[in-house]
């Protein structure tokens, strides 16, 4: 008989792909994944994982199983969440990964409303700029800038919002004013470190400003923005960063970039109250952001 316990290892190694992975994941020897893994395969009488060199990946059998182990993970933690929350009240960690941009000039500073409401909750907000910050799951709800392809996680469009070239006034009465995109091949730009970019949606100035190189590239906005407002160079931000900072002024009118956030649970947090109520949070709060549109 199919033991529930071996069920948390199975869904480990699924989905992280690796022994080694799953094993840190749920700190123990990957020698205990292994040998739990096997005896939930004699239990249910067919191979699960085809083990390869390039990783575990699931059999038929396995793909079938994960539904049901999810679905199982799923009662046990809103089963947990609900006896150990007095009644009216949401306690214990929600894990927020979002982007830095979001994460840093959005999320943080919009987080009152939820707090207010739910005091005893722990809220996590962890940022990256890189495409596999949601790889992991170790989240409860994501933000992207791609539409996730992890398995076990559902999406949807959360908002649109808009990037402009901003510069200092110290720095264009220097440099002088652009007055096109050709231009900038004669200004210093500012943007992303390229070798640490893996994100399709973050390489707009490989369109925008093709054969450019930037002069000087960090690996978040806040960087960026910074030396922006230093007067380093020309950037392009988000407006939600940029467009109210009195130290810096829009360039090059109508160049404005437009990018996309997705929203993203996964599938065994989609029944727990707390992730509810923090995904109502964030939907609301781009409702009434000025400068993103909601979906």
Do not use: C, K
Not at 6 to 28: H, I, K, P, S, Y
Not at 90 to 116: K, Q, Y
Not at 171 to 196: K, T
Not at 203 to 230: E, H, S
């Amino acid at each position: 008989m199919i033991q529930s316990d071996d069920l948390r290892f199975f869904l480990e190694v699924a989905r992280t792909g690796r022994l080694v992975a799953a094993a840190r994941g749920l700190g123990v020897e990957h020698t205990t994944v292994g040998r739990r893994v096997t005896q939930l395969e004699r239990a249910a009488g067919t191979r699960l994982f085809d083990r390869t060199p390039s990783g575990w990946e699931l059999t038929e059998a396995g793909q079938r199983l994960v539904v049901h182990a999810e679905a199982i993970e799923s009662s046990l933690l809103a089963a947990s969440e609900e006896l150990g929350s007095a009644r009216g009240r949401l306690s214990g960690t929600l894990r927020i990964a979002a982007p830095d941009g979001f994460g840093a000039f959005v999320l943080s500073p919009g987080l009152g409303g939820l707090r207010s409401a739910y005091p005893d909750l722990t809220v996590e907000v962890v940022t990256a700029t890189r495409l596999n910050l949601l790889a992991t799951r170790e989240f409860d709800i994501g933000i992207a800038l791609e539409e996730p392809t992890t398995r076990g996680v559902q999406s949807r469009v959360l908002a649109r919002y808009g990037l402009s070239f901003y510069a200092s006034p110290d720095y264009l009465s220097r440099a002088g004013q652009p007055a096109s995109l050709a231009d900038l091949g004669a200004h210093p730009v500012i943007g992303y470190v390229d070798s640490l970019l893996d994100i399709p949606a973050l390489r707009f100035l490989d369109t925008a400003l093709p054969g450019v190189r930037p002069a000087i590239q960090t690996n978040n906005v806040t960087g960026q923005w910074m030396a922006a407002v230093a007067g380093l160079g020309v950037a392009a931000l988000p407006d939600f960063v940029a467009a109210q900072d009195d130290r810096l002024v829009r360039i090059i009118e109508g160049t404005r970039i437009e990018r996309t956030y997705w929203i993203a649970v996964p599938t065994e947090h989609q029944r727990l109250a707390r992730t509810r109520a923090a995904e109502s949070a964030i939907l609301e709060l781009v409702r009434e952001h000025g400068y993103l549109r909601a979906a």
